[in-house]
T-cell receptor
Framework: SQQGEEDPQALSIQEGENATMNCSYK?????LQWYRQNSGRGLVHLIL?????REKHSGRLRVTLDTSKKSSSLLITASRAADTASYFC???????????FGSGTRLQVQP | KAGVTQTPRYLIKTRGQQVTLSCSPI?????VSWYQQTPGQGLQFLFE???????NKGNFPGRFSGRQFSNSRSEMNVSTLELGDSALYLC???????????FGPGTRLTVT
């Protein structure tokens, strides 16, 4: 079963705009990770944020984590057509030793 | 470093048959996890192996099994295939459960 939901389910923006995706989860976590998937291929790891961190940056990506609200957001700045993909959040729980994925956000960046 | 490799990439099987999928993790990674991805259920955890031991199993029937070898390579097996087993099967490797997981390209299984 899914840990939580991602919002929005689909997002269409123009190149150069920022894209924000949100993820909510239900249980206590050890870390939260974001992945990108192109057209049903393998997942590419983007960023990992631990439960004691509030914000993390990697290039054009910014991830925030609010454990009190059990939510995270991924911001992609200055988007490019190559950013078109599905984005998934996944929560990690040391006790369970497995990632629980959200339902994903399909991002379309129009050139 | 070479990435995670999965073989075969595509497979077509008939209901009732069995299938074995293979995964070679990134060198140095001892944890291998398997996930099933379908349009209806999304990404679901199958099982995780660490140093040849299954440490966790997802909510799948016993027809789904796996193993890990001493070189960390892993296989998963699905017996008595059903139409609903058609999916993308993804393997991921990592240093451990608290680290990033690196995914292979997946095996696309079609059951007819």
């Amino acid at each position: 079963s899914q840990q939580g939901e991602e919002d929005p389910q689909a997002l269409s923006i123009q190149e150069g705009e920022n894209a924000t995706m949100n993820c909510s989860y239900k249980t206590s976590i050890n870390n939260l990770q974001w992945y990108r998937q192109n057209s049903g291929r393998g997942l590419v790891h983007l960023i990992l944020i631990r439960s004691n961190e509030r914000e993390k940056h990697s290039g054009r990506l910014r991830v925030t984590l609010d454990t009190s609200k059990k939510s995270s957001s991924l911001l992609i700045t200055a988007s490019r057509a190559a950013d078109t993909a599905s984005y998934f959040c996944a929560t990690g729980d040391t006790g369970r030793r497995a990632l629980t994925f959200g339902s994903g956000t399909r991002l379309q960046v129009q050139p | 470093k070479a990435g995670v490799t999965q073989t075969p990439r595509y497979l077509i099987k008939t209901r009732g048959q069995q299938v074995t999928l293979s995964c070679s993790p990134i060198s140095g990674h001892r944890s291998v996890s398997w996930y099933q991805q379908t349009p209806g259920q999304g990404l679901q955890f199958l099982f995780e192996y660490f140093s040849e031991t299954q440490r966790n199993k997802g909510n799948f029937p016993g027809r789904f099994s796996g193993r890990q070898f001493s070189n960390s390579r892993s296989e998963m097996n699905v017996s008595t295939l059903e139409l609903g087993d058609s999916a993308l099967y993804l393997c991921a490797s990592s240093y451990g459960s608290d680290y990033e997981q690196y995914f292979g390209p997946g095996t696309r299984l079609t059951v007819t």
